[in-house]
C-alpha cells in the first residue's frame, strides 16, 4: 500500500502546487513591462517609454573597448513606432558579439523572440563611397497594435578607442525614461575623462573600486516626457548626458593622448605626415601657374581652381583609412579622394606654389551643431583647408572646402561655417573658427521688372542676389545643366501658370560673398 500511495501524494502535492500558482506559469515566462504598471505621468506627451536602459562600457585597454546594450522601449503608438527597430553599427574595427531581442503584448507577456532570420545585415555607404566598411545589423519587432513593448540587447567589441561612449538616456522629444542607467570599467591605472551634462539631482557619477577596475556609475529614473518645441533649444541641450572620452588610446599600432585639443591634433597630424609629395613635372606645374600673379588671394584661388576642374569626389573610409589620407601622388594620378585627400593634395598643390596651408577638423553639417569646445575628444567629421593670407595688410585667412567642384572660391556655407575646426600643427594646434555667416552676410536682395499687357498677361525679368548662407539654396546650380537649372527654379517659384524662358547665373566680385543671379520670364 505505501509504495502506491507515496507516488500518488507525491503527485497530488506537486498538482497542487502548481493549481495554487499563477496561470501563465504553465505556459512561459512571467509577463514583463506591463504598460497597466507604468505612472501616468510617464504616458503624458510621450509617444514611447523606456522602461529599462542599461549601458556597459568595459575598457579591456588603451587598445580595446567592449559596450554592451540592453533596452527595453514601450511602443504607445505609430509616432513611436521608431523604437521598435534597432540598428547596431558594425565595421573593420567593430564587431558585434550577440544581438537578442523580444517583444511583448500590453500586458508584459512574451510574443516571440528575434530569430536570426529576422536579422538583416546592411551597408551603411552614404553613396558616395567607393569603398567603406560601414555596416549594420538591422532587426525590426514592431506590432500592427499598441501598446507593446520591445526588447533589444547587443554587445559590441571595438578596436577603435579613440571613440568612448555617449551615454543619452532620452535622446528625443515626446519620450520618457522609467529608468536608466550608465556604468563605465576602467582597468586600474587608466583614467576616464567624462563630463556630465543636465543630470538631475541624485544622478552625479558614483565611482568604485571593483577588483582591478575602476567602476563609474550613472542613473536616471522618472524623467517626462519632453513636447516638441518649434524653434526652440534642441534636446540635446536640455537633456541628460553623459560624455566620455579616453586619456590615453592606440588604433592599429597608433598610439595616442587625448588630454587635450593639442593632443588629438598632434596624433592625427603624425597619422598623415609625410603623404603631401607630389610628381616633380606637377610641381613644375604649379610653380608656372601662379607665376607672375603678386596678389596672394589670387595665386590661392588660381590652385583652388585647378582642383576643382581636376578633381572629384569619392568617400573611402576602411578601418584606418578613416583618419588617415591618401597619399597626394595618388590623387594625382586617380583625380579623386575623399574629404582628406583631397584637402591634403590641395594643400599640397599649394606647397608648390609656395603658400603654406594646414589641415583642419571640423564638424560638417548642415543640421550638425557646433563641437563641444570644453571637452577635448574625436568629435569631428569633415576636413578643410585653411590657408592663412601672412602678405594682407591685417589678420584674414582663406578657408578652402576641397570637396566640392562647384563652391566659390572661400566659401563655407552652412555645411562648415559658424563653427569651431581644430588645426592641424606637428606640434599640436588649436581651436579656430571658420568663417562667420551673420545678418550682414546673409542676404537676399531681389529687383523684379514686370510688364503688364492688356489682356492682365505678365513677362518678369527677377534678378536675386544671394550672399552668405543664402547661397546655400542655389549652391547646386552651378554643377546643373540648364534644363536641370530651369527645373530646380521652377520648382521654387511660387506662381501658379508661367513660363521660364531664361536662366543666367553670374558671379560677383569676392566681397559679395559668393552669390547667385535668377533671370526668368513667368
Not at 505609430?78 to 500590453?106: C, K, M, P
Amino acid at each position: 500500500m505505501r509504495s502506491y500511495l507515496l507516488p500518488f501524494v507525491a503527485g497530488c502535492a506537486a498538482w497542487l502546487s502548481v493549481a495554487a500558482g499563477p496561470a501563465w506559469a504553465a505556459y512561459g515566462p512571467a509577463p514583463k513591462y506591463a504598460v497597466a504598471a507604468l505612472p501616468g505621468a510617464l504616458r503624458e506627451n510621450a509617444h514611447a517609454v523606456v522602461r529599462r536602459h542599461e549601458e556597459t562600457l568595459l575598457v579591456k585597454s588603451v587598445g580595446r573597448t567592449v559596450e554592451t546594450v540592453r533596452r527595453a522601449v514601450t511602443v504607445l503608438d505609430e509616432a513611436g513606432a521608431r523604437w521598435a527597430t534597432e540598428l547596431v553599427y558594425y565595421s573593420q574595427l567593430n564587431s558585434i558579439s550577440y544581438f537578442r531581442g523580444s517583444v511583448y503584448d500590453a500586458e508584459g507577456r512574451l510574443l516571440r523572440q528575434l530569430r536570426p532570420a529576422d536579422i538583416h545585415d546592411i551597408s551603411l555607404s552614404d553613396g558616395f563611397s567607393l569603398a567603406s566598411d560601414a555596416r549594420g545589423r538591422v532587426a525590426d519587432l514592431s506590432q500592427p497594435s499598441y501598446p507593446y513593448t520591445v526588447e533589444f540587447e547587443y554587445e559590441v567589441v571595438s578596436d577603435n578607442p579613440l571613440f568612448y561612449s555617449t551615454w543619452r538616456p532620452q535622446p528625443v522629444e515626446q519620450l520618457s525614461v522609467e529608468q536608466a542607467s550608465f556604468r563605465v570599467l576602467m582597468p586600474t591605472g587608466l583614467a576616464l575623462r567624462y563630463q556630465e551634462l543636465h543630470l538631475p539631482a541624485g544622478a552625479a557619477q558614483a565611482r568604485r573600486a571593483q577588483g582591478s577596475q575602476e567602476v563609474y556609475e550613472w542613473q536616471v529614473h522618472d524623467l517626462a516626457a519632453r513636447e516638441e518645441e518649434p524653434d526652440g533649444p534642441s534636446i540635446a541641450d536640455v537633456t541628460p548626458a553623459v560624455l566620455t572620452a579616453p586619456t590615453e588610446f592606440e588604433v592599429e599600432g597608433h598610439a595616442g593622448k587625448l588630454t587635450s585639443w593639442a593632443d588629438l591634433s598632434r596624433w592625427t597630424y603624425e597619422l598623415n605626415a609625410g603623404r603631401d609629395a607630389l610628381p616633380p613635372a606637377l610641381q613644375a606645374r604649379m610653380a608656372a601657374l601662379v607665376q607672375g600673379e603678386t596678389d596672394e588671394r589670387a595665386r590661392i584661388r588660381k590652385v583652388y581652381e585647378f582642383l576643382q576642374a581636376n578633381t572629384r569626389y569619392v568617400s573611402i573610409q576602411l578601418g584606418l583609412g578613416g583618419w588617415q589620407t591618401f597619399p597626394a601622388a595618388s590623387v594625382a594620378a586617380n583625380g579623386y579622394g575623399d574629404c582628406k585627400a583631397l584637402t591634403n593634395y590641395c594643400k599640397a598643390l599649394l606647397g608648390a606654389a609656395g603658400i603654406t596651408a594646414h589641415a583642419a577638423l571640423v564638424r560638417a553639417g548642415s543640421d550638425e551643431q557646433d563641437i563641444r569646445t570644453d571637452f577635448p575628444s574625436s568629435q569631428f567629421n569633415h576636413v578643410v583647408l585653411c590657408v592663412p593670407l601672412v602678405k594682407s595688410t591685417r589678420p584674414d585667412t582663406v578657408w578652402l572646402e576641397c570637396t566640392s567642384q562647384s563652391n566659390p572660391f572661400g566659401y563655407m556655407g552652412g555645411f562648415t561655417g559658424n563653427r569651431h575646426a581644430l588645426l592641424l600643427l606637428p606640434q599640436g594646434g588649436r581651436l579656430i573658427t571658420t568663417p562667420r555667416y551673420g545678418a550682414a552676410e546673409n542676404r537676399r536682395e531681389r529687383l523684379a521688372d514686370v510688364y503688364l499687357d492688356a489682356q492682365g498677361n505678365a513677362t518678369a525679368t527677377l534678378r536675386t542676389l544671394r550672399t552668405g548662407l543664402e547661397y546655400d539654396a542655389v549652391a547646386s546650380l552651378p554643377s546643373l545643366d540648364l534644363a536641370e537649372q530651369k527645373k530646380h527654379i521652377s520648382s521654387r517659384l511660387p506662381l501658379p501658370n508661367f513660363t521660364l524662358t531664361k536662366v543666367a547665373l553670374r558671379p560677383t566680385p569676392p566681397a559679395r560673398r559668393c552669390p547667385a543671379s535668377r533671370k526668368a520670364s513667368p
